[in-house]
């Protein structure tokens, strides 16, 4: 055991002598010129309207935040209001001739 | 370029940069570029092999104009490039390991043979040759692909290229307590597997499959 730990000792030493050893890397040719291809590519991503001349991603963020909204007013005002949805929709049929006819047609009522 | 180091001198000069460029002048982060190429390249080379050095590199400089806005312009430029590029190494090796990719490809008879040398050399000078030889290379890529991504970061920072522990830290992000156990875990971990490698035994599955 202890001759195995002195050769591992030995190795890592060796390893670590090898690891510094090593001559430094310098970038390669063009380095900064792929750089800032990369950057000026991303950066005009970023910068380019929609192709229809909307900025239609933040538009649609801007819709649904607004639709989240009207339906939780909605749901909540219903909850407090005590109305009965069966009820209403029952009149809203009974009040329109032609669904009336559509609901009886399929057996409905 | 001079050979000045990069950390020194124009700190004021990068914080106007980096002012322009967060204004809308991108070009003027070619300046930064110029001026931290050799020292990103100088530590992405420490960690990732050298036919993908480059591409990390520029990993590491996109990845800096990303995040430009957040730069506090408390510490220097260079500082937060160097964090930046460690970063970067860290995911390439976390990407690698997931894929197995490192786990391909056995030993050469070379490597084998340079190990059972090595115990027979008695003087220093023989010893530094064979320290600078292709093989001890070879092994020790070997060797650090068995390892977690953290644990292969950690090891080459505090072990390899013997930062404090402070300092790699900083550099990695973490606590130093951490660095501290990880360091210690993973020369163990490292050292199984040099053993192994010496007996000629397949790596144990707990360190070849750990996850990062």
């Not at chain 1, 900025?55 to 939780?72: E, F, I």
């Not at chain 2, 530590?43 to 800096?64: L, N, S, Y």
Request: hydrophobic share 45%; charged share 25%; with cysteine.
């Amino acid at each position: 055991m202890k001759k195995h730990n002195r050769d591992i000792q030995r190795i890592e030493e060796a390893l670590i002598q090898a690891h510094r050893s090593l001559s430094p890397v310098e970038p390669g040719p063009f380095f900064h010129h792929k750089v800032m291809a990369r950057i000026l590519e991303e950066s005009a991503s970023l910068r380019m309207p929609a192709p229809n001349g909307l900025n239609t991603g933040r538009l649609v963020w801007r819709l649904a935040l607004l639709s989240y909204l009207v339906v939780t007013v909605l749901a909540a005002h219903l909850m407090t209001s005590g109305m009965d949805s069966q009820y209403q929709i029952f009149w809203f049929i009974l009040g329109d001739s032609s669904s009336l006819d559509l609901f009886q047609t399929f057996g409905i009522m | 370029m001079s050979n000045s180091p990069p950390y020194q001198g124009g700190e004021s000069q990068d914080f106007e940069i980096i002012s322009r460029v967060l204004g809308g002048d991108t070009n003027a982060f070619e300046v930064l570029v110029h001026r931290y190429s050799r020292l990103v390249a100088g530590i992405v080379g420490k960690h990732i092999p050298r036919g993908r050095v480059d591409e990390v590199a520029q990993d590491a400089f996109v990845e800096g104009f990303r995040s430009l806005s957040s730069f506090s312009q408390t510490g220097p430029f260079g500082h937060w490039m160097a964090k930046i590029a460690a970063r970067c190494c860290h995911d390439f090796w976390r990407k690698h390991h997931r894929k197995k990719e490192v786990l391909a490809g056995d030993l050469s008879q070379g490597a084998q043979d340079w190990m059972d040398n090595l115990m027979a050399v008695q003087s220093d000078e023989t010893f530094e040759r064979e320290s600078a030889a292709a093989e001890a290379i070879e092994i020790l890529d070997h060797a650090l692909a068995r390892l977690s991504a953290k644990d292969r970061m950690v090891v080459t920072l505090v072990h390899l290229e013997g930062l404090p522990v402070k300092e790699a830290a900083v550099l990695l992000d973490w606590s130093v307590t951490a660095v501290k156990v990880r360091a210690h875990r993973s020369r163990k971990k490292l050292r199984r597997i040099i053993l192994d490698l010496q007996d000629g035994a397949p790596e144990t599955e707990e360190v070849m499959h750990e996850k990062a």
